[in-house]
Structures are given as structure tokens and as C-alpha cells.
């Protein structure tokens, strides 16, 4: 693909971090950690991008780049051809916690980019009310967050990121906190909202179903730093409409594709946890999944 014709380029993108090498050293004694290592990805308008990889290879960074939140250590990053320098909202973000605003009615919390946009009060309400509606959630406006369940908080987080029209939806691990069903179910839910929106999806997951479930294009990343180490195609035309996709011996076929890329970078990202928090003192290994077979 060309440039000219890419929604977003990564092109040659390293991140590194200054970390300390000890808790409590003092300033000074810091060490450079790269995080990500010569990315190059280039992202068609309208696709829908699947990220994967293992636990801290530099999926957030990445999303995080994308988002505008950070900037490169060298490299950029173009959206439509130009740099990206910062959050705009052109492009809209979900994470895995639902960030809504707890003191906010679901519709309110909907309301909230298009207010920042400066959509005059009853357009704004028609617009969150359409993407409720969108997502799913028509009478549940005048719910407050904590009287949602985890899967309307993130149908909610959704509707909030596409009401403002943003071109690009980046999306960081967005149901991993569900239920299976949930998820499942917000899974076909997301494909049918992007074929009704049209729009540039970023996903990221662990998950190595959910990623050939969704993606037209699977990226996966290796251990930290990570770079991108293959990108499989996935050549589903209609997903909706499949009766049960996740039986397709295609979709088998590429989920253990996926995996057998993954699972050497799963065993080196484990490794570098256990001797990260040696190094720490602290022992701990964190229990987050790796990269899920599943
Ligand atoms: N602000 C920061 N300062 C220092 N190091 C950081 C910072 N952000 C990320 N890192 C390090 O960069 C690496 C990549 O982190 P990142 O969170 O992007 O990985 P990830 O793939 O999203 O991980 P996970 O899947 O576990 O969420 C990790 O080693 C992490 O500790």
C-alpha cells in the first residue's frame, strides 16, 4: 500500500522510557527502556486493524502513540499524511476500564465530546441519543454508570467515542474485563457498528479468537521491544452473517497461525517479567494473561 493511500502510516516508530533502576534510586540512576523497536504498519481507511501480543511488548504504547498521548523517541506517525502531535478528535479511544463519568447520566456521559465540540444543547442530544440507540442501549439514557453492568459501561464508552465522529477508533483490550458472553456478544456487536460506521478501527487484545474474530488484518507484535513480527490476513468477507464463524476451519487454521507466532514471544515475555521483578525485589509476578489462546 502506498502511503498516500494508508488512513495511518507508523513509519520506523521507537519509543523508549526512562526508567529508575531501583525503586527508591535516587535521580540519575535511570536506564533506558525501549518499548518499541522500528514499527512500520500502514492502516487502510475503513479497515479494521487487529494489534496482538504478548504481556508488555508495547501494545498501550503504541495505542498510546496513536492517540497522541505520547510522542515517538524517533519515527512518526501520520494520519491522512500528516503528523499526528497530539489528541485530536479526530480520533476517539475506548480502554478497558469504561472511564465514564460517574456522577454523569448514560447520556450525558455520551453528550460529553460532542459538548467539548461545541454541538449546540438539543443536536447534542439527538446525536447521544442515535448512538445509544446504536449501541444498543435505547432506555437506559437517565441510568447513572454504577447502575450499568460492565458491558453496557463499555456499549456506553462506545457510543461516547463514536458520537463525536471521530475517523479512527482505538481500542485498548476494550472487553477484557467482560464475562465470555459479554464479550462475545460485544464482539459481534463492534462488527456491526463498524460496517454501519464505516470507520478506522485500531484494536488491541490478548486475545488470539477475538483478534482473528474481528480483524481483516491481524499485526502480531514480539516480546518487549516490540515490533511487529507478521501480519496475517484474515479473509472473511461477511462476519455478521456467518453462522458461527469461530467453528470455520479457516478460523481455526489462522487462530493456531497466530498462536504459533505468539507463543515463543508469550515464553520470552514471561521470562522478562520474572526477572523484572527480581531485579525489583519485589518477587511479584502479575497474573495478567499473557496472550490467550482462546
Ligand atoms: N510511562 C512509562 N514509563 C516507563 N516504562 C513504561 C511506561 N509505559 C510503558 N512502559 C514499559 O514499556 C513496556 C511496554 O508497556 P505497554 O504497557 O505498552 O505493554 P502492553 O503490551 O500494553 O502490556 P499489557 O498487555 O500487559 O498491557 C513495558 O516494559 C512497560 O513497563
Known amino acids: 500500500m502506498s502511503i498516500d493511500s494508508a488512513k495511518i502510516s507508523i513509519q520506523q516508530v521507537n519509543k523508549s522510557f526512562r526508567v ?23 492502516v487502510k481507511p475503513g479497515e479494521f486493524m487487529v494489534i496482538v501480543g504478548p504481556s508488555g511488548c508495547g501494545k498501550s504504547t503504541l495505542l498510546d502513540l496513536l492517540a ?17 502531535t497530539g489528541p485530536n478528535l479526530d480520533r476517539g479511544i475506548v480502554f478497558q476500564q469504561y472511564a465514564l463519568f460517574p456522577w454523569k447520566t448514560a447520556l450525558a456521559n455520551v453528550e460529553f465530546g460532542l459538548e467539548t465540540k461545541g454541538v449546540p444543547r438539543k443536536e447534542r442530544r439527538a446525536i447521544a441519543q442515535e448512538y445509544i440507540e446504536l449501541v444498543g442501549l435505547a432506555g437506559f439514557e437517565h441510568r ?3 447502575e450499568l453492568s460492565g458491558g453496557m459501561k463499555q456499549r456506553i ?7 463525536y465522529d471521530p475517523e479512527v477508533l482505538l481500542m485498548d483490550e476494550p472487553f477484557a474485563a467482560l464475562d465470555a458472553q459479554t464479550r462475545e456478544s460485544l464482539q459481534s456487536e463492534l462488527l456491526r ?9 485500531i484494536f488491541i487484545t490478548h486475545g488470539i479468537e477475538e483478534a482473528v474474530y474481528l480483524g481483516q488484518r491481524v499485526a502480531v507484535m514480539t516480546s518487549r521491544p516490540g515490533r511487529i513480527k507478521e501480519v496475517i490476513e484474515v479473509p472473511f468477507e461477511a462476519r455478521t452473517s456467518e453462522e458461527d464463524l469461530r467453528a470455520h476451519p479457516d478460523f481455526v487454521r489462522l487462530r493456531h497461525q497466530i498462536w504459533d507466532l505468539l507463543k515463543d514471544e508469550v515464553k520470552l515475555a514471561q521470562e522478562q517479567e520474572k526477572d523484572r521483578s527480581l531485579q525489583s525485589g519485589t518477587g511479584k509476578i502479575s497474573g495478567k494473561g499473557a496472550a490467550t489462546h482462546g
Open 193 to 201: 457498528i463498524w460496517e454501519a460506521t464505516k470507520k478506522t478501527i
Open 68 to 84: 497522541g498521548l505520547t510522542t515517538p523517541t524517533s519515527g512518526q506517525i501520520l494520519l491522512d499524511g500528516k503528523p499526528i
Open 157 to 163: 464508552a462506545i457510543a461516547r467515542s463514536l458520537a
Open 20 to 42: 529508575r533502576r531501583r525503586p527508591g534510586d535516587l535521580k540519575g540512576s535511570s536506564q533506558s527502556v525501549k518499548a518499541l523497536d522500528h514499527i512500520n504498519l500502514d
Open 144 to 146: 447513572y454508570p454504577h
